[in-house]
Structure formats: structure tokens, C-alpha cells
């Protein structure tokens, strides 16, 4: 294993994580220091860091355990390692992320350079007007599930550097570091929030997902997001047949198809007259069902297309309610935009690239918010809603990219 000779770590490989890590989460790990702090002595730090890694002598701390809530309840395990355990992991991914990622599928789309989520709900849009129906695949807590040596037998299909191997196997087994301060040891999975966990991931569900597709159901094309997957069948035999062969293979793979959330779906548009439950799913925050559109005739028609899901814009509700904006009347209206229109421009960068109009749902609640803070802002509007309103669309129209939302033309939703 080389533990007591130089390592090929150089310099330049931490300080080119070092560069990595800084803009991607600033959050501490077990010891409590930011990445602020790290930056306070960042050249002494980064000369030890470097000293243990090259030297075979880097044992990763525990990872912090916190908890975030999921979109459709309950709530989500992430593993936040120390600043010097996020840099230490990026010089193993950079390292490895360009051999692996020439092995990969071209329809695995998660955390990989020059893919991104709008390609694979876009390519999902377009099958789903080619295929009837669907299989949206769940994985179980997937990250927690991974299976530690399966997951080394399909790294070393790739990688031979004993190095990266060593370091490899000993982040899957750090221990992890629960709220209350107890330390939990892990025989399987890796922690959701790690550096390298999304390229393992990938790499594992190339093997027990991806290729065995390929192989078992070659004229089933698929979009895979990490652990979130679509499956696109001519008929709904087709679907069922291959829910049951996933679900053998999932459990060959150590893992569990959720059997809740995975579901046959029909994509049901004007010209399927079939009928079926489940109608519609949704797949990287976009809810795929049937839509009223209109074809290049302007004929409207229904159309199997994807939006904002429900679960989404209530996100997006919670967060303006959590702005308080009607409290905000002792601040200007450019500086309460200037405050908001940074994730404005994020959700309609996002949200807005598919069927854009369901965003006006969440700003027409913005601009009633709005409202109520030129109601506590200025007496004259105070009790007369129809008045204040009257008011902000005078704004909006005047001065239509105060806020990002008056600029997109169509989501306006003063009113």
C-alpha cells in the first residue's frame, strides 16, 4: 500500500482542490472551523494537509450529520465533512473524475462536467412523447445503502493507484457524528454532502443500474439524475416486467426499490385515449402530467409536458413567507429587490426553462406580499388593497426590471 513511502500528492493538486472547495459551501465539520477560519492560516494548513496526504498519514475526521427536510416530507441525512476533509476529497476526485466520467452512460446526467438536469428533463420530455408510459424509479435512502465492497470491486475496475484506493476505502468507513454529539460507525453507505460521494455514486449506479439496462433492456431508454431515474416503455406489460427485474437487481446490488414511490406511470396527452391512475410523476423538481398548449398553429391541444411541481412552488411559497417582506417597510423597494432577486433569478433560471407560466403562481404571492408591504409603508395606501395594487403595477410598468420576476414577460403577476 505504500503506507511508508511518498505518495504522488503534490502541492499543486491541494492547491488546486483548495480553489475548488472555496466557492462550493462554506459550512464547518466535526471541528467546528469555517472556511474563513481555515483561510486565516490557509498556507500553514495546507502544507500539513498535503504533508499527511503525500505521506499516506491522512486519517479523514468524522463526518457532521445534519438534517434537511425533503420535498415530500420527512427529512434528508446530509454529511458535512471538515474544510480540510472537502479539500482532501477534491484531490481525489479531480484525479479521478476525467477517467471515470469516459466510462460513463451518456444518459447518467447527475454531477458530471458538461451534464445537467435541464438535459435530462428535457431528453425526458421528448421520450415521453415517443413512449406511452413510464417507470419512475426510486431508490430507497440510497446513499446510506451503498454497499462498501461493491463499491471498491467497481473502482478498481478503474483505478489501479493504491493511493486513491487507500484514501477511497477510508472515507467509506469514517465514522459519523450525530446531532446529539454521539459518533455512529458505517459498514455501508456514504455520506450524502461528501466532496467525492456524487462520482462514487455515479460509478456504483453505472454497475447496478446503467449497464444492466443496457444489457437486460436495450430498447428501454432511461434518464438517471444520481439516484433519480426514468424509465420510458412502449406498453405498460413492458413497465411491469421491468419494475420486477429492477427490483431483483436492486436487492442483488444490496439495495431496495422504494415500493411506494416508484410507480407505472401513463403519459397521457390528447392523441392516448387510455386511462390509468397514475398520470403523471415528477422527476428533478419538474412535475411531468397532462398540459393545455398550443401547437405551432396555435390550436390548443393537450400536451404530456413538465413544470414547477406542486412540491417546488410550495418551497418557493415558504421561502418568500419566510422573507417577511411586509415587515421590511422601513427599507426601500430597490433594496428589498436587490435582497430578493438573486433566488428570483435562480427559479426562474431553473423552474422558468419548462412550461414557464406555473411560475406565475409564486409571483403573483409575491406581488400580494408586496402589496401588503406599500400597505404598511405609506398610510395612504393603508386598508385599500385594490389601491396599493393599482400602485405596484405603476411600478411594475414603469420600472419593469426592479424586481426579475416584472422583467419575464408573462409572469408579471401584479394584480
Not at 434518464?223 to 436487492?251: G, I, N
Not at 433594496?335 to 432577486?341: D, G, P, R
Request: proline share 6%; glycine share 8%; with cysteine.
Amino acid at each position: 500500500m505504500m503506507i511508508g513511502k511518498p505518495l504522488p500528492i503534490t502541492k499543486r493538486m491541494v492547491w488546486n482542490a483548495y480553489k475548488q472547495v472555496r466557492g462550493n459551501g462554506k459550512a464547518a465539520g466535526v471541528d467546528g472551523q469555517s472556511l474563513a477560519e481555515f483561510e486565516q492560516d490557509m498556507e500553514n494548513n495546507l502544507y500539513k494537509l498535503w504533508n499527511r496526504l503525500a505521506s499516506g498519514n491522512y486519517f479523514p475526521p468524522a463526518v457532521r450529520r445534519v438534517e434537511i427536510p425533503k420535498s415530500g416530507g420527512g427529512k434528508r441525512p446530509l454529511g458535512i465533512p471538515t474544510v480540510a476533509d472537502r479539500i482532501a476529497q477534491m484531490v481525489v476526485k479531480q484525479h479521478l473524475e476525467q477517467e471515470l466520467d469516459r466510462a460513463f452512460d451518456p444518459d447518467s446526467y447527475g454531477y458530471r462536467p458538461g451534464k445537467s438536469a435541464h438535459q435530462a428533463v428535457e431528453q425526458a420530455r421528448q421520450r415521453c412523447w415517443q413512449y406511452d408510459w413510464v417507470l419512475d424509479l426510486d431508490i430507497r435512502g440510497f446513499f446510506d445503502a451503498i454497499d462498501h465492497d461493491l463499491m471498491m470491486r467497481a473502482l478498481e475496475k478503474h483505478c489501479q493507484d493504491n493511493w486513491v484506493l487507500l484514501y477511497v476505502k477510508r472515507w467509506l468507513s469514517a465514522p459519523v457524528m450525530m446531532p446529539d454529539g454521539s459518533l455512529e460507525e458505517r459498514g455501508k453507505g456514504t455520506p450524502q454532502g461528501g466532496v467525492i460521494s456524487p462520482l462514487l455514486a455515479n460509478l456504483y449506479l453505472h454497475y447496478a443500474f446503467d449497464m444492466w439496462m443496457r444489457r437486460n433492456f436495450p430498447d428501454v431508454p432511461f434518464e438517471r439524475y444520481a439516484d433519480d431515474s426514468v424509465c420510458h416503455c412502449r406498453t405498460r406489460q413492458e413497465a411491469e416486467k421491468l419494475r420486477r427485474a429492477l427490483e431483483e437487481r436492486l436487492a442483488e446490488c444490496r439495495l431496495e426499490m422504494h415500493p411506494e414511490k416508484t410507480q407505472v406511470v401513463y403519459c397521457k396527452d390528447s392523441s392516448r385515449k387510455g386511462e390509468h391512475p397514475h398520470i403523471q410523476f415528477t422527476f428533478l423538481g419538474f412535475a411531468f402530467r397532462p398540459r393545455s398548449a398550443k401547437n405551432r398553429k396555435g390550436q390548443a391541444f393537450t400536451g404530456f409536458l413538465p413544470a414547477a411541481s406542486p412540491a417546488s412552488l410550495k418551497r418557493m411559497r415558504e421561502k418568500i413567507r419566510a422573507w417577511r417582506v411586509p415587515h421590511q417597510a422601513h427599507l426601500p423597494l430597490t433594496a428589498i429587490a436587490e435582497k430578493l432577486n438573486p433566488v428570483l433569478r435562480g427559479w426562474v433560471q431553473y423552474y422558468g426553462r419548462f412550461y414557464p407560466s406555473e411560475l406565475s403562481k409564486v409571483f403573483f404571492y409575491l406581488d400580494d406580499r408586496l402589496g401588503k408591504w406599500l400597505r404598511k409603508k405609506s398610510k395612504q395606501y393603508m386598508g385599500h388593497k385594490g389601491r396599493s395594487q393599482k400602485r405596484l403595477r405603476m411600478i411594475a410598468k414603469q420600472n419593469p426590471g426592479l424586481f426579475v420576476h416584472w422583467s419575464q414577460r408573462g409572469m408579471a403577476a401584479v394584480g
